[in-house]
């Protein structure tokens, strides 16, 4: 096993929310050493087949455009950068949007998928949505976050292909809570269910550092990702989750010296159905 640098979760500007272009993303990683590099662009059927008002005024992420360049810069790329072209696929319960999923899976060919939650039917947590009731109070934490965990858990059974479960927690990213914070023994039903289910499907937990001001290294916190191995859970992935080309690697350091200090030994990058294991 070879020590690689690694960021398998971020996005250029053909997401609605990137900030920099894919060529701008690239050279920076190239320049920071990185070995694989993982380009997840949004891809958010959720919102289009339940009618939310999108992440943003721009467009969605033009498919067509996107995988046609990335492959072109993978290629360009090789021997430098493993570059990778894949997705972020946002999970709702509305069943119409696995088959938009599917059908851009057959269409394209994603290098891999990472399935994230981030809207409940309210809207993205991102905007508030879900915090706050029809009287425009505040939720409980607990029903809120519950709500949250049972979301993620449904999102593993979906029908189309995925291959890590993507920062699980982005509830707390947004949260109006003085203790944003999720932790494994407040949760710990729904969580060992998510984990014990990524384990028995062979997915991929990952662990993400945009942690957006909440006071925890990574998404998810320490205590679930000690919790994950406790289970046997060994497949872990790096994301930053960068939108624009500084944050891309943010903190992986201080990150990989906690898993390393939980016991992971490596990281698991997924490539077109194969795990590649890299040295942590
Ligand atoms: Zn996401
Ligand atoms: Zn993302």
Redesign the pocket.
Known sequence: MKKILTDL???TAF?PDGRASIEEMLATAHALGVGYYGI?E?FDFDIVVNGIPPYSENPPTPADTYFQRGRQLQKEYEGRMQVLIGG?FGYTDTPTAQTMYQRLVDAYHPDYI?Q?VHNVLRGDYAFGNGYVDGKGGLRDKQEVYEEYLGLVRRSLDVSHPYDIL??VSYCTRYAPYEDRRMRWQDFSGSLDDILRTVIAKDKILEV?S?NKNVPVLSLPDTDILERYFELGGRKISF?S?A?FPSRIMENRQKIVDILRAIGYEYLTIPCRGEHIKVEI
């Open positions: 979760h971020t996005h997401s997840t949004h972020e990472i994230s993507g920062h993400n945009a994301g989750d939108h």
